[in-house]
DNA sequence: CCTGTGATGACACTTGGTGCCGTCAAGCTA
DNA sequence: TAGCTTGACGGCACCAAGTGTCATCACAGG
């Protein structure tokens, strides 16, 4: 048998979550979490560098799935397709079984500034990835930007609906429909 | 004669800078920003509710300038061509006699996560700030957001063209600039 | 059986950030 | 002149995030 339950990182973000649901992201110590873990303090901080880390777990494999897709994608196809192909990719970490999860992870991050400002700085690492993916393409500046821009634009508008209430539709599906409206509104811009 | 010195705000915001730039943001502690400015710690979280914050301070405005421009360029114009003007209307907040400054400034924030996380929200209040005065004007969604994007795109680079070592050109000039490039570039993406 | 390794516990410590109260110049009013 | 209020700051205690360091012990490999 084991010195220790195995898991320590699943069991601390799952402590987590459930602890910030009930009162509040600030209101939750990290000693709390452990506690509730089965952990101690010094725990927490070898798994996640913060306490807001905690609830952005695995996000960080999102920029390596879209730059492998946009690698990926066939030479013919342009910036906003290599885009298009990439949000393709990323149903894998936002299958249905997910979504619930989701949900509860967004309503916390949603009540804080704090926690806003980290998915922001995820965000645009996201952004600089696929940015960096399509130069690699050869997609050249400010091009390569621009559609990093629009596709981030996309992927956070398909994951807003995706995680709405009445939702039932995949990610892709509403991720690529996102992506389409945005290539549509370029034309009413000028 | 005055109790206490004026100008606290402004002391405690260079007493900051210049201690960064000799020492890196994280070796210095708000104690010894305040003994510098020959103020108390707490005097410093009256004027700043973060040590991150002393850096951005009275970026706030920009925002409002933004709003303000937008909301008063003329009817018939265009998302891109009203954002064109709000670039220029922010060329009071970014003088030739401000180069110097923001160039001290950002060369510590991009040498610190923390610090460019800061930096991150403050961009996403200003595209939020452009998308919502260009909804006032009647542009729907996702244009809107479209076009507040590829704003914040364009001051982005623009600024980066601004303060960059050689550069000598007007902030207004570059952004504009930039922002040309970025509405060509939108026909290259499809 | 021995030894290294890796994950955790335990503990002290620094620092960011807050609550609370005291202090005193300036300004207003009578 | 006297009295009162307001605002900005000092001082202090306190909490919680985050780090450095060493000890512990199951497990794997030889």
Redesign the pocket.
Known sequence: ????EPN??ERLVRAAVESFLERGYDE????EI?ERA??????F???F????EVLFAGQDILSRIFAEAIAAAPTSATPIEAISAALTATETAFGPDHREWARKVQTVVAGHTDLRERELLKKAKLRAAMADALRERGVPDPAASLAAEIGGLAFTTGFARWVAPANERDFGEVAREALSELVEATAKLG
């Open positions: 048998m084991s010195r220790w320590a990182r939750v110590t990290v000693a452990t089965g952990l101690t303090k010094r725990t901080f070898r798994h560098t913060d306490k807001r």
